[in-house]
């Protein structure tokens, strides 16, 4: 497993850090090309500043020399030219950071909560604690749907996502243990009653992807779609929500039972996409499905290393020496050789740093 650490702390980290940062314009680059480890990309994304803040400073406290200097510099990102006067932050931007969508998306959003939060192991919890907690009011007042839960994005849109709501608890639970204040503590909580009361399917034992207005899953002669990597990340965020203390509803056995019966599909990769009937519905299998599967993995207790084991081999055929990756995999079992896009590497390093604290515990 050490290999997995060695090639993120060696290869990955650092490339993204000379290459994936445009240092002279104050930015992320969206993505590198495999061969030229370039970026054609006329655009930037608020995601990708706000996860590659988190990554650099994960590096900055691994002991990556440059990382806090990057994770500063997204900082002035969204300090000078992301955020907007009405509390929120534009969605896209041009490469010299002019705002070419304005959209408010709450996904998007999430994930500054989650940058800011990260970003205190390099400037310290007073530098960032109103801006995180007016962050989180600004979301739960902008963003609250009349009937339930949270709204897509301003304006709202159709369909409503679990997806969003995931990050959301991510990100909420980053914030409580960053800064420790009550408001991201009972926000979390909130969304965790959603999910236990209305996100999660008891009936199918699964998690809908697509809600209509009302929450209710959208259906195709009965059957919703699935996700089975959004599973295992459901696992792991009810694990870290119970370690802080939070009512968490009892369904990790259930969403993880899902992901072992149906989700695995050639070369033990986790699909893209099933059905609630379990029925293969995209057969690809993307990066990021596999470093959630092997970050739940690492919760199992009483289960040997060998499903861990299994998990790490699979990621390891994704994976470059020089520190990019293939982002998809066909279903064939071909892989892609499209850029590795930045956003990924925020799924990387939060797996392999898991499974990292795993094997240290073990």
């Known amino acids: 497993m050490d290999d997995l650490y060695a090639w993120l702390k060696d290869a990955a980290w650092p490339l993204w850090l000379a ?3 445009d240092w002279e314009r104050g930015g992320f ?22 996860r590659q803040i988190f990554v650099f400073s994960k590096a900055h406290e691994a002991g990556l020399a440059g990382a806090a200097d ?14 907007q006067t009405d509390g929120g932050y534009a969605w896209r931007f041009d490469l010299d950071h002019r705002p070419i969508n304005t959209r408010r998306d709450l996904y998007d959003h999430a994930f500054v909560l989650l940058a800011l939060s990260a970003a205190t192991a390099v400037v310290g919890e007073d530098a960032l604690r109103q801006t995180a907690v007016s962050l989180a009011a600004w979301l739960r007042d902008a963003f609250r749907h009349p009937a ?45 009653d959603l999910f236990g009361e209305r996100l999660f399917n008891q009936e199918a034992a699964a998690l809908p992807e697509y809600f209509d207005d009302a929450l209710l899953p959208e259906t195709a002669r009965g059957i919703f779609r699935v996700e089975p990597g959004h599973h295992c990340e459901w696992a792991w965020l009810l694990h870290a929500a119970e370690m802080q203390g939070l009512t968490v ?3 990790t056995e259930p969403l993880l039972a899902f992901v072992d019966s149906h989700g ?64 998809r995999r066909g279903a064939t079992g071909v892989f892609s050789q499209e850029p590795a896009p930045a956003s990924s590497l925020y799924h990387l390093t939060g797996a392999i740093l898991a499974l990292q604290a795993s094997a240290r515990v073990r």
Do not use: I
């Open 70 to 83: 990057a994770v500063r510099l997204g900082l002035g990102f969204l300090e000078r030219h992301a955020v």
């Open 148 to 192: 339930r839960g949270y709204v897509e994005s301003l304006p709202p849109t159709l369909p409503r996502r679990q997806n969003p709501h995931m990050h959301l608890l991510e990100a909420l639970l980053a914030a409580n243990a960053a800064f420790g204040c009550a408001p991201f503590a009972t926000m979390a909580q909130g969304v965790l």
């Open 264 to 327: 695995l599909g050639m070369h033990g990769a986790l699909v893209d996409e099933l059905g609630s009937d379990g029925r293969v519905l995209a057969a690809g299998a993307r990066l990021w499905p596999q470093t959630e599967r092997l970050r739940a993995e690492t919760l199992h207790k009483g289960v040997g290393s060998a499903r861990v084991a299994a998990c790490s081999d699979v990621l390891r055929a994704y994976l470059r020496p020089d520190g990019l990756w293939h982002e």
């Open 29 to 50: 680059y969206e993505a590198l090309d495999l061969q030229t480890h370039r970026c054609a990309a006329p655009f930037r994304r608020l995601r990708v500043a706000a």
């Open 249 to 251: 509803p009892a369904v």
């Open 19 to 21: 290459r994936g940062v």
